[in-house]
């Protein structure tokens, strides 16, 4: 059974950071391709950024040059570093692979 915890949300000032964690289970992130979405209230959920087999990063044209998704093959994590956050960062970002979803961990930028 393929499980994903995701965590790291938080209250945090424009400008600021925070780094999410994606703990997985179930399934090697090693030999996955591993993405996070997130869903802002009212809209649907949109997709953030994915990594593949190869290390091969993608990213959503909003968050490109501020957000960064790696992974820790040890300890079977995914990470989104997210920097000079803004309030339309605003949302629940949810980890995603092998057609799982976590639960989602809460992320507001507000001042």
């Known amino acids: 059974q393929v499980q994903l915890v995701e965590s790291g949300g938080g209250l945090v000032q424009p400008g600021g950071s925070l780094r999410l964690s994606c703990v997985v289970s179930g399934i090697s992130v090693r030999y996955n391709g591993m993405n996070w979405y997130r869903q802002a209230p009212g809209k649907q959920r949109e997709w953030v950024a994915s990594i593949t087999l190869g290390d091969t990063t993608d990213y959503a044209d909003f968050v490109k040059g501020r957000f960064t998704i790696s992974r820790d093959n040890a300890k079977n994590t995914v990470y989104l570093q997210m920097n000079s956050l803004k309030t339309e960062d605003t949302a629940v970002y949810y980890c995603?692979?092998?057609?799982?979803w976590g639960q989602g961990t809460q992320v507001t930028v507000s001042s």
């Open positions: 995603n692979g092998r057609q799982t």
